[in-house]
């Protein structure tokens, strides 16, 4: 969702102005997508890079989240309407705790709907959610061998396995595999995307998805985010299904 600041400055309002005008095009936009029969939605709502921003902007934004997740729970939200399930992605711990708190509470309020889904990306990288799957895949390795007989040194080293050395079992027993990294993703409870919409006619994904777009359409239609609407979803619907065949000959090639 990109253009937030450069549409407030292009209509001359405040800076957390554009900011809001970027939700009301978000809200629009969910409503287009769940109404055109699209069941996965992600949004790119704030990056980790995002906290090196002035602080006073980075308090506005975080007082903005918290107030626009807080109302996903009314009676009358987006969320009711569709039955969606929400999920938030990313390093929450980054985040300040009302704000987590919030997030926390709309996620278990959630669990139950089944009809839609939407992901919203917050404190989140690719390589962030890269280097986490890796992290979690290794201690998973570790506990599951450490059951099996594994001793460690002092250092958390693997030594022997059931009195073996390590250099000899270490491929066999403690290797990650694909399938390890992916299940210990952020991402892991959705499907890859099929089509990524990067406003602001920019060509770059900015560490959004890198792991799971290989396959996915990217559209970058010249807009601002504020300005994106119906017209801009359907072309790139349309775009889709113009490439669907080589996209899906491209995947069976993996």
């Known amino acids: 969702m990109d253009g937030n600041r450069r549409y407030a400055k292009k209509k001359n309002l405040e800076e957390g102005d554009g900011h809001k005008a970027g939700f009301s095009a978000l809200m629009s936009v969910l409503r287009y997508c769940y109404e055109l029969g699209v ?16 602080p006073e902007e980075v308090q506005s934004l975080m007082d ?4 626009k997740i807080e109302g996903l729970l009314k009676e009358e939200s987006i969320v ?12 929450l711990n980054l985040l300040s705790e009302p704000v987590r708190v919030a997030a926390e509470n709309v996620m278990r309020a959630t669990a139950k709907n089944t009809k839609r889904v939407l992901l919203i990306c917050v404190a989140y990288t ?10 979690e895949s290794c201690l998973e390795k570790w506990e599951i061998e450490a059951s099996n007989g594994v001793e460690m040194d002092k250092k958390g080293e ?12 270490l491929e066999e027993h403690c290797a990650i595999q694909l399938v390890d990294i992916e299940k210990h993703m952020y991402m892991s409870v959705a499907p890859d995307p099929d089509i990524l919409i990067r406003s602001s006619g920019e060509t770059r994904l900015s ?4 792991w799971q777009s290989e396959n996915t359409l990217l559209c970058c239609p010249r807009a601002l985010w504020p300005e994106i609407g119906l017209w801009h979803l359907v072309s790139a619907v349309l775009s889709f299904q113009r490439n669907y065949s080589y996209l899906e000959k491209k995947k069976k090639q993996l």
Do not use: W
């Open 64 to 67: 903005l989240m918290q107030e």
């Open 39 to 54: 069941k996965y939605a992600t949004v790119y709502a704030f990056s980790i890079d995002n906290f090196k921003r002035k």
């Open 80 to 91: 009711n309407q569709y039955g969606i399930r929400v999920y938030f992605i990313g390093n």
């Open 158 to 169: 693997i030594e022997e396995v059931n009195g073996v050395e390590c250099e000899q079992k």
């Open 207 to 210: 560490n959004f998805l890198l």
């Open 126 to 135: 690719s390589t962030d959610e890269i280097v986490h799957a890796v992290q």
